[in-house]
């Protein structure tokens, strides 16, 4: 069993920065792939970013490529997602997901196993 909780979320102006949180219990973040999703009013959950279990692998939604980067501390057990030259169309629920099988993409929900409640990010112009 795995348990996540996200932090760090909160209300920033358009072009500033916030660093998401994602604390893992139950096993180290290092045994599995991890990725964060979000979720705007009135439409689906939506892939972000994930690092994959081997090779320090990185990958990214085009919408946020070269602003977001998602890294891990795994003496803190715990997984980041540095969000910079943040815009409005970033604002929602963002979550943090765990694959523990190891597949092989990642950007799906169906790629996870566990699931954070989420961290309310709001960007105001």
């Known amino acids: 069993q795995v348990q996540l909780v996200e932090s760090g979320g909160g209300l920033v102006q358009a072009g500033g920065s916030l660093r998401l949180s994602c604390a893992a219990s139950?096993?180290?973040?290092?045994?599995?792939?991890m990725g964060w999703f979000r979720q705007a009013p009135g439409k689906e959950r939506e892939f972000v970013a994930t690092?994959?279990?081997?090779?320090?692998?990185?990958y990214y939604a085009d919408s946020v490529k070269g602003r977001f980067t998602i890294s891990r501390d795994n003496a803190k057990n715990t997984v980041y997602l540095q969000m910079n030259t943040l815009k409005p169309e970033d604002t929602a629920v963002y979550y943090c997901?765990?694959?523990?099988?190891?597949?092989?993409?990642?950007?799906?929900?169906?790629?996870?196993?566990?699931w954070g409640q989420g961290t309310q990010v709001t960007v105001s112009s």
């Open positions: 690092a994959r279990r081997s090779g320090g692998y990185t």
């Open positions: 139950g096993r180290t973040v290092s045994s599995y792939a």
């Open positions: 997901a765990a694959d523990i099988m190891g597949r092989p993409l990642g950007y799906r929900l169906a790629d996870y196993d566990y």
